[in-house]
């Protein structure tokens, strides 16, 4: 039986979260305008959204890859919020997991370990094993609705006061899409139909490995699959240069090859979500945030690709106007080419190169600050929805080329990828995959 949506419990998440958040909003405006140096409340931010888990700890992680959008102080201290949330105790999963899988769960598991193998943002991941298998648990935290309800209201709050800070980024889009994206994340039988695509994707695929459904101990709040070993990509930085490029291939594939050819894309490329083994297999272990384009989109960012390549203004405009960017003058196509020239830089070259050859810590963070700079100067930009994630995905994946440094013809890759692509292919691709796994592209 679904969890009602409690109006107490949305007054009981404003009332945790209402100190928390004017603090946020206060620290925010102080470090902007006083130019403080605020490490204790940036230190202290981090204690709050992490003890309380939920969406509102989603949400931080989500701000923190966003280059240039919060002080820097916020900014290292976010990103420690990965999967590191305090986890329930054994009663309180007890008491879950009879309520998904009846009063003789346990039955269903010859082992069910009592510690959690892991904790996240919406829920935390139990090791076990069933008939034979060994297996990962991964189980919601109760009321959750409620709770998204609450901490989307405030990132509402959040989002307007940054607003008043700042104003050359314009989020309306991105706190729909982020909300919407959240929500979703709650039902794990989407989820459950992510994974599926992915399967389908890779099926013949070795060097990505997608786990596999135990659908007999899943619900919607409850899911259990297939244990895959790996270990996180940070252990492979002092890695032979031949298995860190392994790495950074399979991972280029892991994210792009689905977007290319099935305008689907994994939206959260966090430490979190994968691992690797020791020949440099990619491991893709959480599927709450996918994103689904539409064709066109995916046909703009091959066209924009050609547009920078080519030099053509022309191409470029109608990349950005296919993509939804509205009133576009010639200053905002320069501005915005800044981004796109520094995204798609390793893409124009047909050579060996690293993913970034700037000597900067933060993937991505000098051509930002330098477009975040020039927004101001025009007014502003309204970014379209669908940019949060695809941005996303690709400041994920440069942060981990960055840590492999590894040296790749990029060029070469990416044009295995691109080359004879058809929109009318993709969406016939697409509409296969989506009709098979029976999920809607309400995206």
């Given at each position: 039986m679904d969890e009602v949506n409690k109006l107490s419990k949305r007054v009981l998440?404003?009332?945790?979260?209402?100190?928390?958040?004017?603090?946020?909003?206060?620290?925010?405006?102080?470090?902007?305008?006083?130019?403080?140096?605020?490490?204790?409340?940036?230190?202290?931010?981090?204690?709050?959204?992490?003890?309380?888990?939920g969406p509102i700890m989603k949400i931080a992680q989500l701000l923190s890859t966003v280059p240039d959008l919060l002080p820097d102080e916020y900014m290292k201290e976010l990103t420690k919020?990965?999967?590191?949330?305090?986890?329930?105790?054994?009663?309180?999963?007890?008491?879950?997991?009879?309520?998904?899988?009846?009063?003789?769960?346990?039955?269903?598991?010859?082992?069910?370990?009592?510690?959690?193998?892991?904790?996240?943002?919406?829920?935390?991941?139990?090791?076990?094993?069933?008939?034979?298998?060994?297996?990962?648990?991964?189980?919601?935290?109760?009321?959750?609705?409620?709770?998204?309800?609450?901490?989307?209201?405030?990132?509402?709050?959040?989002?307007?006061?940054?607003?008043?800070?700042?104003?050359?980024?314009?989020?309306?889009?991105?706190?729909?899409?982020?909300?919407?994206?959240?929500?979703?994340?709650?039902?794990?039988?989407?989820?459950?139909?992510?994974?599926?695509?992915?399967?389908?994707?890779?099926?013949?695929?070795?060097?990505?490995?997608?786990?596999?459904?135990?659908?007999?101990?899943?619900?919607?709040?409850?899911?259990?699959?297939?244990?895959?070993?790996?270990?996180?990509?940070?252990?492979?930085?002092?890695?032979?240069?031949?298995?860190?490029?392994?790495?950074?291939?399979?991972?280029?594939?892991?994210w792009y090859f689905p977007f290319y050819k099935y305008g689907v894309i994994h939206g959260d490329p966090h430490l979190g979500n994968y691992s690797s083994d020791k020949k440099g297999n990619i491991n893709l272990l959480d599927f709450g945030c996918i994103r689904i384009f539409k064709p066109s989109f995916v046909n703009g960012v091959i066209d924009l690709y050609e547009a920078i390549k080519n030099n053509n203004q022309e191409l470029a405009v109608h990349a950005y106007e296919s993509w939804g960017f509205e009133n576009i003058t010639k200053e905002l196509i320069n501005i915005l080419n800044i981004w796109a020239k520094f995204l798609y830089s390793p893409l124009l070259e047909d050579k060996v190169r690293k993913m970034q050859e700037t000597n900067s810590s933060t993937y991505g963070a000098e051509a930002a600050s330098k477009v975040h700079k020039e927004l101001k100067k025009i007014g502003g930009v309204k970014p379209p929805r669908e940019f949060v994630f695809m941005d996303r995905a690709a400041i994920g994946l440069g942060s981990v080329f960055l840590h492999l440094d590894a040296e790749v013809n990029w060029y070469r890759i990416f044009h295995e990828l691109i080359d004879g692509f058809k929109m009318k292919d993709l969406k016939s691709r697409q509409e296969t995959a989506l009709k098979k796994v029976k999920l809607e592209n309400n995206h």
């Open positions: 998440r404003y009332a945790n979260l209402g100190t928390s958040a004017g603090s946020i909003a206060f620290k925010l405006f102080e470090t902007k305008f006083l130019k403080k140096e605020h490490q204790k409340n940036a230190q202290d931010l981090r204690e709050i959204l992490g003890g309380l888990k919020l990965q999967s590191n949330a305090p986890p329930m105790g054994w009663n309180f999963v007890k008491r879950r997991m009879k309520n998904e899988l009846g009063f003789n769960w346990l039955d269903s598991f010859e082992s069910f370990e009592k510690q959690p193998f892991a904790a996240a943002s919406l829920g935390q991941v139990h090791r076990a094993e069933h008939s034979g298998n060994q297996v990962v648990c991964k189980l919601q935290y109760p009321d959750m609705n409620s709770i998204v309800d609450a901490d989307i209201n405030q990132l509402k709050l959040i989002f307007s006061v940054y607003k008043k800070i700042d104003k050359s980024i314009d989020t309306t889009e991105i706190q729909k899409e982020i909300g919407e994206r959240i929500r979703e994340e709650l039902d794990y039988y989407q989820e459950q139909k992510h994974m599926k695509i992915f399967q389908m994707i890779f099926e013949n695929s070795k060097e990505i490995v997608i786990p596999k459904i135990f659908e007999e101990i899943s619900t919607k709040r409850l899911i259990s699959m297939n244990y895959l070993d790996g270990q996180k990509l940070l252990m492979f930085k002092d890695s032979s240069h031949s298995l860190r490029k392994t790495i950074a291939l399979n991972m280029f594939k892991a």
